[in-house]
Nanobody, 121 residues
Framework: QVQLVESGGGLVQPGGSLRLSCAASGFAFSNYAMTWVRQAPGKGLERVSTISAGGTTGVLLSVKGRFAISRDNSKNTVHLQMNNLKPEDTAVYYC???????????????RGQGTQVTVYS
């Protein structure tokens, strides 16, 4: 079955950096787009950044220039490099598998357990 295991979250001050990682298994990783979504306290899920099977990336406007998604198909991993973090980035971050190979990620069909990112002053 599909498994997605996130790591790399934590506490960081504004302006700091974190690198999230997601180890994927149970499916043909290189054939699917992958995405990172987040959920802040009291808010709904928000799609942060997506990478297509071919490596094309898309990113939420509010994190553009600060966050970067990447994938390593040889290791079945996807990463989210987060720089210049802001308090409004505080959320649980989830790695998710898209149902297709496109950067538009039509539908999320599997999601990990999440990793907490807290940006505090």
């Amino acid at each position: 079955q599909v498994q997605l295991v996130e790591s790399g979250g934590g506490l960081v001050q504004p302006g700091g950096s974190l690198r999230l990682s997601c180890a994927a298994s149970g499916f043909a990783f290189s054939n699917y787009a992958m995405t990172w979504v987040r959920q802040a306290p009291g808010k709904g899920l928000e799609r942060v950044s997506t990478i297509s099977a071919g490596g094309t990336t898309g990113v939420l406007l509010s994190v553009k220039g600060r966050f970067a998604i990447s994938r390593d198909n040889s290791k079945n991993t996807v990463h989210l490099q987060m720089n210049n973090l802001k308090p409004e980035d505080t959320a649980v971050y989830y790695c998710a598998k898209c149902s297709d190979d496109l950067v538009t990620c039509g539908q999320i069909d599997n999601r990990g357990q999440g990793t907490q990112v807290t940006v505090y002053s």
